[in-house]
């Protein structure tokens, strides 16, 4: 017995083991079929179908979901937890999951048969949460291997299932202990061979869905025996241990012992039932009717925080002061009278303020034994709720800065604009120039902060360009100096062979500036920033293993600092927005918020690496850009308005359309645009432009251009643009709007479109305006 006792004691301590073994026999037997020589058609007609028998029986042994499909989509192989995860051998990405989550698992399929592996998070299927790794395998790569592994595990009772039925349960039946499994419902899940034998008198019958109560009676007196077996057979003394509190019909772990009509030894029992709680992975401790410990095992030791050598004497000792006494009124509650459970939300003396949940039965016939009880860790359920929430909270403050900032720019425009009509009535010098020239440098400042409340968001306008990050680093590098003190140096290096990347300068410089400036309040006493720029090929991502980083060639930024770093917890904060660690009035909060959104936004990766006392590094990596000649073509087309120059000539002429929805900003549009020499017609909305258009178009006073709001009610600027286009498909239009352009130019499919971002200045418009024009003589 003691030796059965050991050997699962071993093969639950060396589940990890196991399991890497398992994974490394999956992966064996992968690659022998995939390297196997190609086959003719003819071959592959008289194929062994067993190969694939072989595959799948090593599969079945893995404790991840896994599933082969050819390059025609088809279902090769899947194992057992593929099958029962999913509800039997569905294809994917064509999978029973929600919230998008075969879109997800598309992506990831094309990135593996394109880059040779794909990666899918957050696969939801009701309470179970997924992620996905696709590998693309086989000697031609006709393959691609999905593995399912699950994040959120909803109910222990799978692993019960596979313990009892399998070396687990062996070990319990030759111990004595017969173990069954039983759903909510009272049907067996799963059972071990010494409850088969005496339930049936055979080790080999299928009982796995037969209501469990069958096997079993009782007489007058509560003595439970075997159906089989009759009166005359050994009774057995049962224990109930549920595996879900939150249901009233839970299912359950089920131990049955012999009583040998009440003749074994109440210490004996006792020492039984200790041995088999021991081998248990749930956390479970016997006290006595005074709710001193008798026995605890190590999953409860190690949940309470209990400390090697430490022995405590009540379960309230491991508690916090204010819930000690609950506990234990429980304990002596639960110790007399009829068996009863329940369960109780306590905050242990370790645990943080986090509660646990403590389950409480009473148990009899075991001596000094009175009750059982049993502690769920949910340290990891709780910060996964925890960050969902907070990812939510953070989504609806994104959606919020999105929404105020657009507001804000449409007053912002007319604030400017207003100002620069009165600075064209005002020379320098006049008792009025300054005060007007302050009030449009607040505006600007404003405009600033609206700038990285999008930022936040990712919903700031951004003006990419293919550019070399040396270049950017040089130009922003005499600038970061003057920021800097005279006792901290900075250090710039450039590696070679650097790939073109795809951003915006200007926001680019602001990521920089805004990590220098980090940098150089960590060092208070002196240090060294350092900037770099370095290559990363995608055989280096590859061999890197990264979760995070699409396998692909990238140019990486990395400024680092030998300040005082960053603790271990509060890194994980630095990106929240609002978050800071500076004293009242030396910091919004939002800086590293705003780089972390730039960067998002400009689809590249941040990662930050800190050490108390050595410093702390940020890497910040962009995709290399290769622009195709179908993109080169399309940018072309939608090249944005070229930045306003003093030297440029604003006047023109021109018959120009404007459809503004905001008064204030139509106002200052229209004056702006009639000083500079163009005849005007405006309109509040989509409907209402329609109409304008079908009176001027047919005669001689015809539209030249068409300037519109993107976000208006009733009919919005893309879909009354797409509807002029219909009738009159060379007229070009130039969009305003404080959204990003990125995001609308994926929804507006429309060729000679240009973008001014707000707010914008009178210059800014007639300059655009006349650019398009001139453009258009063309």
């Not at 900075?490 to 990590?515: S, T, W, Y």
């Amino acid at each position: 017995m003691l030796a059965s006792l050991g050997l699962l004691y071993w093969q639950v301590q060396n589940v990890a083991v196991l399991v890497a073994f398992m994974a490394l026999m999956i992966s064996a037997a992968a690659l022998v079929y995939f390297m196997r020589p190609q086959s003719s058609e003819s071959d592959l007609e008289h194929a062994d179908p067993a190969d694939w028998a072989v595959t799948r029986m090593v599969a079945d042994q893995s404790d991840i979901g896994l599933a082969i499909t050819d390059r025609a989509g088809r279902l090769v192989c899947a194992n057992e937890l593929f099958t029962k995860w999913f509800n039997g051998p569905s294809v994917p990405p064509e999978l029973p999951l929600q919230g998008g989550g075969n879109e997800l698992l598309a992506n990831a399929g094309r990135a593996a048969w394109r880059d040779g592996r794909g990666y899918a998070e957050g696969l939801r299927r009701g309470a179970a949460e997924y992620n996905a790794k696709v590998v693309r395998a086989g000697q031609g790569d006709e393959y691609l291997l999905w593995q399912f592994k699950p994040q959120i595990q909803v109910d222990v009772i799978d692993e019960m299932v596979r313990m009892v039925g399998g070396g687990g349960g062996r070990s319990l039946s030759e111990s004595g202990i017969l173990s069954v499994v039983i759903g909510g419902e009272g049907r067996i899940r799963a059972s071990n061979q010494a409850f088969a034998l005496r339930a049936t008198g055979g080790t080999d019958a299928n009982i796995t869905g037969r209501n469990f109560i069958n096997f079993l009676r009782s007489d007058d007196k509560g003595t439970i025996f075997f159906e089989r077996e009759g009166r005359h057979g050994t009774p057995v003394r049962l224990f109930h241990i549920p595996l879900d509190r939150d249901k009233e019909k839970a299912p359950a772990l089920i131990l049955l012992i012999d009583d040998d009509g009440g003749m074994v030894e109440r210490g004996k029992a006792l020492e039984q039932v200790e041995s088999m709680l021991s081998l248990l992975p749930l956390g479970l401790a016997l006290t006595d009717r005074d709710g001193r410990f008798l026995f605890l095992n190590e999953a409860f030791a190690q949940t309470a925080g209990i400390g090697e050598g430490e022995q405590p004497l009540y379960p309230g000792d491991l508690m916090i002061r204010d819930d000690k006494s609950a506990v234990a009124d429980a304990v002596r509650r639960y110790a007399s009278g009829p068996a009863m459970a329940g369960d109780l939300a306590v905050r242990l003396r370790h645990g943080g303020e986090e509660p646990v949940a403590l389950g409480i039965a009473g148990v009899r016939g075991l001596g000094e034994a009175a009750v059982l009880l049993s502690i769920k860790d949910n340290s990891e359920e709780s910060k996964l709720k925890t960050q969902v929430a907070q990812a939510t909270k953070m989504q609806a403050v994104g959606q919020l800065a999105g929404g105020v900032a657009h507001d804000f720019n449409n007053i912002l425009t007319a604030i400017i604009g207003h100002c620069d009509l009165m600075l064209l009535r005002h020379a320098p010098g006049d008792s009025d120039y300054d005060d007007i020239q302050q009030v449009k440098n607040n505006s600007n400042r404003a405009a600033g902060l609206t700038r990285q409340l999008l930022a936040f968001s990712r919903q700031q306008t951004l003006r990419p360009q293919v550019l070399q990050l040396p270049d950017v680093v040089a130009d922003v590098s005499n600038l970061l100096k003057r920021l800097i003190t005279a006792n901290i140096e900075l250090d710039v290096r450039h590696g070679r062979n650097l790939g073109p990347v795809r951003a915006d300068p200007g926001q680019l410089e602001q990521v920089i500036i805004n990590l220098g400036v980090n940098a150089r309040d960590a060092m208070p006493n002196g240090g060294i920033i350092s900037i770099s720029t370095k290559s990363y090929t995608a055989s280096e991502i590859r061999a890197s293993k990264s979760d995070i980083l699409p396998i692909g060639d990238y140019t990486a930024l990395i400024v680092s600092d030998t300040g005082q770093g960053i603790s271990p917890e509060i890194i994980g904060k630095i990106f929240d927005p609002f978050f800071t660690t500076k004293t009242v009035g030396k910091g919004t909060g939002l800086g590293l918020s705003t780089v972390y959104g730039i960067i998002k936004q400009s689809g590249g990766f941040i990662f930050a690496d800190s050490k108390l006392g050595t410093g702390t590094t940020f890497s910040i990596y962009f995709p290399v850009h290769r622009l195709t000649a179908e993109q080169a073509e399309k940018a072309t087309l939608n090249s944005p308005p070229v930045k306003a120059s003093a030297k440029k000539e604003l006047w023109g002429t021109g018959h120009i359309l404007l459809v503004e929805d905001e008064d204030m900003v139509r106002a200052v549009a229209e004056r702006a645009l009639v000083r500079q020499g163009y005849t005007l017609i405006t309109a509040c909305d989509g409907e209402e432009a329609l109409e304008q258009l079908a009176q001027h178009m047919g005669g001689e006073e015809q539209f030249d251009l068409i300037v519109s709001d993107v976000v208006m009610p009733n009919m919005d600027g893309p879909a009354m643009a797409k509807q002029a286009r219909t009738q009159y498909p060379d007229l070009p239009i130039l969009f305003m709007s404080g959204y990003a352009e990125e995001q609308l130019r994926n929804s507006i499919d429309l060729d000679n479109v240009a973008f001014l971002p707000k707010p914008f200045s009178v210059a800014q418009i007639a300059e655009a305006v006349g650019e398009i024009l001139a453009e258009h003589a063309k």
